[in-house]
């Protein structure tokens, strides 16, 4: 079942004007809040936003990507920053022992706006995006966007930051999902690791 979603789902960036029933937005979202987190934290926070004006707005905060605009609505992926006093650096200390000086001494503002995938807003993320398109909802990634302006708009507390975006509706028309590389080209074994 899960395969056969992967092999049809394609980035759609124009959706039609049908209406994404409420029942629907609840299950998708009900697949973000089902994601595993590290820890079992579920550090983040869903916003939907279906407001035209709002979504406007997002989209000239999105580099002007006019097609935005055609979303039914956007879930905003929020994720919360865990300060330092509390082992926010701990695992990327863990992870690059190397430069565990430099992560240390590095500025939160800096650090937690660079580190924003380790709070792991993709996976519920993709797991909205699968669910929507159990329903036959389209959605599109949004990645490219200024991060604060965002966070203003939106009214965020100082501790979450929006990680990402996904637009979702009806798509306009079908869209055949892009060639995938095959495995072979994609997977290697054990310490045998081909370019």
């Not at 029933?21 to 550090?43: F, H």
């Not at 869903?46 to 709002?54: A, E, K, R, T």
């Not at 979504?55 to 097609?67: L, T």
């Not at 100082?158 to 079908?174: C, H, N, R």
Request: a positive charge.
């Amino acid at each position: 079942m899960i395969l056969e979603l992967l092999k049809k789902r394609s980035s759609v960036r124009n959706f039609s004007d049908e209406q994404v029933p409420q029942k629907v937005i609840d299950y998708i979202l009900d697949a973000g809040r089902l994601s595993p987190s590290g820890g079992n934290e579920q550090p983040w926070k869903f916003g939907v936003i279906n407001d035209i004006n709002l979504i406007n707005k997002i989209s000239e905060i999105s580099y002007n990507q006019q097609w935005i605009k055609s979303a039914n609505f956007l879930i905003i992926l929020c994720a919360k920053i865990v300060p330092a006093s509390q082992g926010g650096r701990d695992i990327q200390k863990a992870r690059f022992p190397e430069i565990k000086d430099e992560i240390e001494k590095m500025d939160q503002t800096i650090y937690a706006s660079l580190n924003q995938e380790e709070h792991q807003s993709k996976i519920p993320g993709t797991h909205m995006v699968l669910a929507a398109l159990e329903h036959e909802v389209g959605s599109c990634w949004i990645s490219r966007f200024r991060v604060r302006e965002l966070a203003n708009l939106l009214n965020l507390s100082k501790q979450y930051i929006p990680s990402e975006m996904i637009a979702f509706g009806y798509p306009e028309d079908k869209k055949r999902p892009l060639k995938k590389k095959s495995i072979i080209e994609v997977v290697f074994s054990n310490n045998h690791f081909r370019d």
